[in-house]
Structures are given as C-alpha cells and as structure tokens.
C-alpha cells in the first residue's frame, strides 16, 4: 500500500512569512508525528498526535509552530513569521501502535528560509 | 534529563562486522530501536528491543541491557549500501527521543 506522503517536497519562503507542510499518513495508522532534521543532525521530536486524543506539543520550539490533524488522518504543520533558523528537513512518520516502536516515515519537506 | 549517546562515526571494511553502540540516560524507558538514513533519504526502522537480550533480523541484530543502560546494533557481512547514518531512539511514554546518529563509513 502507499507509504507516508509529504507536501511540498522543497519549500523556499521569505523569513517572516507563514509555511504550511503537509503529511498524510499511512492508512489506518493512529499515531502520527512530526521531526525537524537539521543538515548532519538528529531527529528533533516536535509533535505527536494519537488518534482525536489531545496532541503532545511538548516538542515544539516556539508559539510560532502549530500542527494539527484533522479526522484523525491529515495532519499540517505551520510554522508562522519564519526565521532563517527554521531552515530544515521535516518529517513526518506514523505507526499502528500507540506510540509505536516501529515509525514508518515519510521523504520529508526540505524547508528553506532566506 | 533524558539524552543518548552513540559515536558520531564509524568505519569498517566491506564484508566485516561492525557494532555501534548507544547509551541512555532516560527516566521512563519502554525500548530501543534503531533506525537507518541514506544521505538524502528519510529514516527506515531496523529492529526494536523491549525485553534484555539480542534480536536478529537477517544481517542486522540489536541487543540491550536495562540494567546497563546501553543497546548495541551489529551489522555482519558489511555490504557497500550499508554505508548510512544510523539512529537509536529510545521510547519514553508518548514519544521517541532519537540519538544524534552515527554515520557509518565503509571501505572496499
């Protein structure tokens, strides 16, 4: 079956303007999660959502970022008045358990703030 | 606080076996698991072990110790397209905290 998708593939924004990325997740998965990858870094954990329960914002950076997940499946993730420092890679992952183990991700969004 | 340690690098010879390590310091620990990144690429899940003792799937095995603290990932017969970063992440509750990767070097 499709794996996790992601949209865009490559984001170029002004600093200061407001972004919008995408995640659709595997079918039938119930949690769905958000990373920041920095160019040679780890995975930063932003954001986790188990099915309509009340997100785990614990992970996110700032107010300027927001996410959420509609009927249980799509989920965006804003982040608004971008800074140079949000320069990343995003990406989503989701998994059948809660939470589980074994996260299947999506290519990501290459987020790029000039 | 919570953090994971791994080596930053690591090379081997194509067709040896290599083991990377990863140490933990987490309150609340369900598991570990390891994960593997191509350049450019987004992360796959190699194994996971909830319970002490070595999980083998093909050429990758994972082992842990709980009372350690401490997993190790042993890749055998190194082939060429083993040559990626490599993550442990530990489970704690609700989330996965990943380590900051080690990026594994081969030669011919």
């Known amino acids: 079956g499709a794996g996790v998708s992601q949209s865009p593939s490559n984001k170029v924004t002004e600093k200061g303007k407001d972004v919008e990325l995408r995640c659709d997740p595997i079918?039938?998965?119930?949690?769905l999660y958000w990373y920041r990858q920095r160019l040679g870094q780890g995975l930063e954990f932003l954001i986790y959502f188990q099915g309509n329960s009340a997100p785990d914002k614990s992970g996110l950076p700032s107010d300027r970022f927001s996410a959420e997940r509609t009927g249980g499946s799509v989920s965006t993730l804003t982040i608004q008045r971008t800074q140079q420092e949000d320069s990343a890679v995003y990406l989503c992952?989701?998994?059948?358990?809660?939470?589980?183990?074994?996260?299947?991700f999506g290519p990501g969004t290459r987020l790029t703030v000039t | 606080g919570q953090s994971l340690e791994q080596p930053s690098e690591v090379t081997a010879v194509e067709g040896a076996i290599v083991q990377i390590n990863c140490t933990y310091q987490t309150s609340g620990f369900y598991g570990l698991s390891w994960y593997q990144q191509h350049d450019g690429g987004a992360p796959t899940f190699l194994s996971y072990?909830?319970?002490?003792g070595l999980e083998e799937t093909g050429r990758f095995s994972s082992f842990l110790s709980r009372s350690d603290s401490y997993g190790y990932l042993l890749l055998q017969e190194l082939q060429m397209k083993d040559s990626a970063s490599y993550f442990c992440a530990v489970r704690l509750g609700d989330k996965i905290i990943f380590g900051k990767g080690t990026r594994l070097h081969i030669l011919p």
């Open positions: 992952a989701s998994s059948a358990g809660s939470p589980g183990p074994e996260q299947y």
């Open positions: 072990n909830a319970l002490d």
């Open positions: 079918s039938g998965h119930t949690a």
